[in-house]
């Protein structure tokens, strides 16, 4: 039950943010269930207690190989997928959360999830980077027989 | 004259890709491909978030742009672009129609806001559950979201500085969330307010940041970060305005 909900607000959420970018009409659907995926697989594996940090590499890889399939099939720029694909990975909350203490005068708490929310950032980037390192040693090693 | 032709098409396609939140790798790309499409082999191109330049070969002048306003994201003017050219090095488009088509692109809007305001309401709402909210966190999250996204988008008519608008987005929804909290409509405030703030969040100029500086455009990427980190402190301190009065 608790997963049917976390996969229709996931959907609703990047398909949503997908307006809020200007994605065109006919990519506004698989941005959205690139972003459910991506959501989906991070929030099992945060559940099965993995740490937030290694599982957001792997929602971040799964939807950058989603969106660069889709943007091969669709012959789209990849960014139109992966923005919005990514947004439900973003640690909006943590970064709320750090805010919120340094407001609070609790600098302590406020700098660990800082820390945590570049952490969180660069693993984004790496999953992000993935789709393209494997299609480039892919290509390469093509070209080169 | 062909040549001045070439250099317009060119530029067109990288100042409508450039202001619609492309990254600056890809846009020098596009650049040169329709150069090379057009019979143009050595172009160079420089974009970064502020200017372009380009000049067809080595010895000739170099044309340069200056780019003052960007929106925040046009990801489909971006792909229309791409399409026009990849059409171009096709070579199913000549260079007249390219540059009309192009000019087409310019004046293209996708959605118009009232679409926007409502998905960012829905935005919020559904990233208010999946943040660990309860279901009485959805209607004010969405709320709130909606209005802080339409103040902003009315603020971002009258200033310059968008750094403003996304200021006040923060504290339009700080106000409206401690005030439905107050009347006990919703479960928790931290869940309303992240939920509600997610639709401001510079998602596109972090992701760009982080592919531009990994394909080697520093200065772009450094920029873009610079960027995002001060709009996300714009909505931050417009969030916690409200907590001042707490």
Sequence with gaps: MIIIAQLVTSFVASAGFGILFNVPRSALVQSGLVGMFGWILYYVLVDAGMDVVPATVFGAMLVSVLSYTSAKIYKKPIIVYTVSGIIPLVPGGIAYNAMHQFVENNYDVAVQLSAQVMLLAGGIAIGLMFSEVVNQIIRRMFMRR | ?246
């Design chain 2, 1 to 246: 004259m062909e040549k001045v032709m070439i250099e317009k098409v060119c530029m067109l396609a990288g100042k409508i890709m450039l202001v619609s939140g492309a990254e600056t790798y890809r846009v020098e790309d596009t650049m040169n491909r329709i150069a090379a499409a057009f019979g143009a082999v050595n172009a160079q191109s420089y974009a970064t978030p502020t200017a372009i330049n380009f000049s067809i070969d080595l010895p000739s002048e170099t044309k340069f742009l200056r780019i003052t306003k960007r929106s925040t994201a046009d990801l489909h003017k971006i792909a229309a672009v791409n399409s026009i050219s990849r059409k171009i090095t096709a070579g199913e488009l000549d260079l007249q129609n390219a540059f009309l088509q192009l000019k087409n692109v310019e004046k293209d809007k996708a959605y118009p806001p009232w679409l926007q305001i409502i998905a960012a309401a829905l935005v919020s709402g559904s990233f208010a559950i999946m943040f660990g909210g309860v279901w009485e966190d959805f209607l004010p999250a969405m709320l709130a979201g909606g209005l802080g996204f339409a103040g902003m988008l009315g603020m971002e008519r009258f200033l310059d500085i968008r750094f403003l608008a996304e200021f006040f987005g923060g504290f339009v929804i700080g106000i409206t969330s401690s005030f439905f909290l107050s009347f006990g409509f919703g479960a928790s405030m931290d869940m309303v307010i992240i939920g509600a703030v997610m639709p401001l969040v510079p998602g596109l100029l972090i992701t760009n940041a982080v592919r531009d500086l990994m394909a080697g455009h520093l200065v772009a990427g450094i920029s873009k970060g610079t960027e995002a980190l001060l709009t996300a402190f714009a909505i931050g301190a417009g969030v916690a305005t409200i907590f001042g009065f707490m």
